[in-house]
């Protein structure tokens, strides 16, 4: 009986793998056009930890009215940073006497509005209230905590997964302006401080539960106000080591991610032979690899401290030290060796990040400044209290590349994903968008 003519398998396979090739190597390509890297906003200091982001061909110019994709009316004023993740916008706000998390499409409709608490408190007249906290988001869940201590859990589809009250969990907040603290999302785990006069703690949880993954005491010898902190915990990371950095009480101190266990502390921010007794602070830790930067507040010290060190460091880590540069509320910025240190006051100073040697000193503006910078595309946003954003060019010499007036107040650090800038003010959450010039 004769075989059948059976062709060759080179015959044959070699066209379909180089079919299969040529389709993955396609998808690859228009996958990476359409989705640049960075392109979400995670949390508070976005997807590096750091203010930064790879995005690139964001906007420079544009006013309320113009380069502006659209504008969402929201329910109330707030300094917490929008969260992004795919097509879904996260925002936190009052709403009346209820906090509530409230999630927006990509076109700019509002999706779904959930009551997380009540109780909404206002401090300082203008300067925050209970939904200062930022959200945080993994791409399948979104977390939000508020000033009431409550924290929840809901799916991208607005289902509640779990609620718990911190407050309740670890006793009352002594804060005299508002709980603020951001939780921080590092894999599996929420991270969040509470530095205050009794009984100050950090603490671990799992983040599809709510359950304690480990709570730490976090003492400190810090007197009446300067037990305050409304500072963020934030990661360090090197290729040797993930620290959580925990800011507040005249000092701050580096701990395991596994149990909470102290490695390191840093102090010397609020001398003892000039002390300041309200000396709380705001700003957050700034971080590079091999190095992290410790501001204070009201005109004291900002450090440069190496982190590989152990047990207290103050008098064998810290590399640089300014005596009266620090910035007050908003968090600096380290990126491609320079320091951008942008102070309460609109003072803009520019650092060596290896000396702390001042590279120039400039007034951006000359109001409050309450949002930190971020830095993307080659390009500073330093959004001001009276809604204006000047964008300058990062770099050894101050450039200013362009000034845009919302005309709405601004507290809030802008959020950066998919080619557009989110700013959210007291009133709307914009959606900045570069004009693409019209094909010939």
Known sequence: MQEPDIPSRSATAFPSILLLLLLATTTLLLSSATRLPGDNWPQWRGPNGNGTSDERGLSEKWSRTEGIAWRLELPGPSASTPVIWGDQIFVTSPAAEDLVLVAVSK???????????????????????????????????????????????????????????????????????????????????????????????????????????????????????????YASPVLYRDEKQSLLLVHGGDCLSAHRLEDGAEVWRCGSLNPRDNYNRMLRFVASPATAPGLVLIPSAKGNPILGVRPDGKGDVT??????????????????????????????????????????????????????????????????????????????????????????????????????????????????????????????
């Open 107 to 229: 076109d700019g409709r509002e999706l779904w509005r959930k009551k997380v608490s009540s109780g909404n408190k206002n401090y300082r007249n203008d300067e925050g209230n209970s939904s200062a906290p930022s959200p945080a988001t993994d791409g399948k869940h979104v977390w939000a905590f508020f000033g009431t201590g409550d924290l929840a859990c809901f799916d991208f589809a607005g289902n509640p997964v779990w609620q718990t009250n911190l407050k309740d969990r670890y006793g009352e907040y002594d804060h005299w302006h508002g709980y603020s603290s951001s939780p921080l999302l590092v894999g599996d785990t929420l991270y969040q401080m509470c530095i205050r006069i009794n009984d100050p703690y950090i603490v671990a949880l799992d983040k599809n539960t709510g359950k304690e993954r480990w709570k730490s005491s976090r003492e400190c010898d810090a007197e009446h106000e300067s037990r305050h902190s």
């Open 315 to 440: 008098a064998t880590h810290v590399a640089w030290r300014r005596g009266r540069d620090t910035t007050d509320v908003p968090t600096p910025i380290i990126h491609d060796g320079l320091v951008y240190n942008l102070r309460e006051n609109g003072v803009l100073i520019c650092l060596d990040s290896k000396t702390g040697e001042e590279v120039y000193l400039q007034r951006v503006h000359s109001t409050r400044q309450r949002a930190s910078p971020v830095l993307a595309d080659n390009k500073l946003y330093c959004a001001d209290r009276d809604g204006v954003v000047h964008v300058l060019k990062p770099g050894r010499k101050f450039e200013v590349i362009s000034r845009n007036e919302m005309g709405e107040q601004l507290a809030s650090t802008p959020a950066i994903s998919g080619g557009r800038i989110y700013l959210r003010t007291f009133n709307a959450l914009y959606a900045v968008e570069k004009v693409q010039a019209p094909t010939k």
